[in-house]
Nanobody, 124 residues
Framework: QVQLVESGGGLVQAGGSLRLSCAAS????????MSWFRQAPGKEREFVAG????????YYADSVKGRFAISRDNAKNTVYLQMNSLEPEDTAVYYC?????????????????WGQGTQVTVSS
């Protein structure tokens, strides 16, 4: 059973940047794809970005493409989400999730392992 712990959230002004981290333990991290999702109040949890097991492939939601970057350090069992040019619409709880395979998926139903989430608030 994998444990996922997110960190790095906070309050930032529009146009600012944050870097989220997700530390994994309990399973061989380097074998599995990873993704970031987010959930705003009153909305469903939505896909943000995914990365395959070795970092060679990434994929982004249209809403964050060009502003966010997902990466991973398999030696540290950690996946990151660099968020630049933040907008108030990016305000949400951000969750990392471990894929059941070496690849990533853009639907939340494919994931069974989730972190507890970290709050990101972007003020206008």
């Amino acid at each position: 059973q994998v444990q996922l712990v997110e960190s790095g959230g906070g309050l930032v002004q529009a146009g600012g940047s944050l870097r989220l981290s997700c530390a994994a333990s309990g399973r061989t991290f380097s074998r599995y794809g990873m993704s970031w999702f987010r959930q705003a109040p009153g909305k469903e949890r939505e896909f943000v970005a995914g990365i395959n097991y070795n970092g060679a492939r990434t994929y982004y939601a249209d809403s964050v493409k060009g502003r966010f970057a997902i990466s991973r350090d398999n030696a540290k069992n950690t996946v990151y989400l660099q968020m630049n040019s933040l907008e108030p619409e990016d305000t949400a709880v951000y969750y990392c999730a471990e894929s059941p395979s070496s690849n990533y998926y853009d639907n939340r139903e494919s994931y069974k392992s989730w972190g507890q989430g970290t709050q990101v608030t972007v003020s206008s």
